[in-house]
């Protein structure tokens, strides 16, 4: 059973429903929910449409969720939220959303979560304008927010998921290895925001250096673990299970950490892998099938599980430093479902 | 000489150069220019590569200029402008760079200005991450300035822009004559950001509601003008003016003033006009000749220049609030220099 993240948490798993995790900010989770569906809403019927199919897309809410409960956990006797604490949650959804309506133009994808995309659906045009009514959105509620530390973060964040992106494309099909370049493509596409959501709830409850330095250290790993186990998935997964094709990052020559554990044995195997990519093979399904079948065979999958592992493991650890709840216990508990997703 | 927006203006269009009239807020200038080409440097050499290139590939810089100039004829005693009005002025020049990176995908524009596009040098891709990118830093500078009112005003520009070209694509090819849509159209993708440029400085100098409201009607006008001779010179320009093809709105479908005035007339001329557009005729180099003769040779280009005019007159008259001063008749010289443009 090595190579899969689930080995021998046949009982965990079982707990580890999101909405069981969530429960201690359900009320506050409802309020995320109704300023996304309703607030939103524009002068025109079709922009209204347009969002409402966005958000109701599914998306598992799990940034937002992350905000109320480093929030709550970090509140002074974990006393109940402000409205700014809900505004936190609604912007840290937008810029995750507006992002990925701009990724789907970027990659082209036809489905994300098993349904049309915005640009396949209508068009590119639309997905662009789509994205930046999100992204116009987030920039109306953070400065609602009035924290210049907080503008200061997610305008860190913003510039993140934008130079992250740029720095995939610029290295598309690259196969030296470079596991720094890796890691900080992966804090500027997903650690970045899954960080500024973690410690701007502690920042607003006027918490010490302390207890904000471990949320944002617990949010930066627990982001890079989630980045890594999506591109586990990619290799992992099955079409249907990510709701996309297989295979997908290698075929547009984005190399992870599953390429990069072959890539570095600099062997045989890794040279005829190499070969796969370079000769643009992987574009094409038997070149790809290749390909994922080397990663699942050679030890590329098992050890970008440990991997993982190991990011999971310094974001619990970040924990401690909280006062024991059930909020704590929640974003204990998320770690292992982020670990153990299967999509 | 009826049909040039130029015609017994020639005395006036001498001194009427860009530069002279920003000459009263040359060094605040030259503070933006600072901003705009250093501060943004990201630390990826390629990202900063991209982004001088969107920002020394010219532009006037007229947006800026006017909230330099409305801020200083607003002034107490005409003083000197703090840091937040240079802030003020990056950011409305950074949205409007944003929106003409992202517009130039979504209209798969090859040239801006004689200059090849971010999508034609580079792609589509990059385009969109470095439209997100500007956007994102002018989120920044607009949480920056701490002040609710204003954040709310260029929120609501944001807004406008997406809208106003959703809207737009959403009407494509439709024949209806509709002033109003036209209005509320230039207004979004044009005079929203004119009109928060216009009467932010003024907010932020403490003016009372009279000048607030009368700088705000005075960008409104200014911008609804700026994007009628917009639209005019699209029919009336050459292609080497234009730094573009002549009749690109047409050819895209989008029915501007020169077009519904055309349209407007119910008569043999308007039917075999609505014809050209409805059968898609303006797609092709002939069809859109024809379209341009028509509009030229019937009044259609006659009549947007009076409506044009008209538009400079009402914003014009909104200065009579200020004090005289220099910055007062640069404004209202600017009035004259963006009606008589030939690009």
Redesign the interface.
């Known amino acids: 059973m090595t190579g899969t993240l689930s080995s021998g948490h046949s009982e965990t798993t079982k707990a580890l429903e999101l909405p069981a995790l969530l429960e201690p900010v359900t009320a506050e989770m409802q309020l995320v929910e109704q300023w996304l569906q309703s607030n939103l809403v ?3 019927a ?2 209204a449409t ?1 969002l409402t199919q966005v958000f109701q897309s599914g998306g598992k809410r799990i940034r937002p969720g992350l905000v109320l409960l480093t929030s709550r956990a970090s509140a002074p006797g974990f006393g109940e939220l402000s409205p700014r604490h809900i505004i936190l949650a609604v912007l840290t959804e937008l810029i995750h959303t507006a992002s990925l309506v ?1 990724d789907d ?2 990659d082209r994808a036809a489905l994300r979560r098993g349904q049309e995309t915005v640009n396949r659906k209508w ?4 997905a ?6 999100l ?6 509620c ?3 927010l ?1 924290n ?1 530390a907080i ?2 973060i997610y ?1 860190q964040v ?2 993140d ?3 992250g ?3 995939q ?2 290295q598309q099909f690259a196969c030296q290895v470079d596991w720094d370049g890796y890691l900080r493509k992966s804090v500027c596409k997903t650690a970045s925001l899954f960080s500024a959501g973690c410690h701007s709830g502690p920042i607003l409850n006027g918490c010490g250096d302390e207890v904000v330095a471990a949320m944002k250290s617990y949010g930066t790993n627990l982001g890079i673990c989630f980045q890594i186990v999506d591109d586990l998935l990619d290799v992992t997964a099955t079409s249907e299970e990510l709701g996309k094709p297989a295979g997908g990052d290698l075929a547009q020559g984005i190399i992870t950490a599953p390429a990069l554990f072959i890539l570095e044995r600099k062997d045989e195997v890794a040279s005829s892998f190499e070969r796969l990519i370079k000769e643009r093979a992987v574009c094409q399904p038997e070149g790809i099938a290749e390909a994922l079948q080397i990663m699942k065979s050679q030890g590329g999958v098992e050890q970008t599980v440990k991997l993982a592992r190991d990011y999971a493991k310094k974001s619990k650890d970040e924990l401690r430093c909280l006062k024991p709840s059930q909020f704590r216990d929640s974003l204990e508990s998320i770690v292992d479902y982020l670990l153990l997703r299967t999509r």
């Open positions: 524009d002068d025109s079709f922009v347009l701009h133009v970027i068009s590119d045009k639309l662009v304008l789509v994205g930046d009514l992204f116009a959105q987030a920039s109306i953070l400065a609602r009035m210049p503008v200061g305008g913003l510039g998921l934008c130079a992106e740029i720095k494309m610029n």
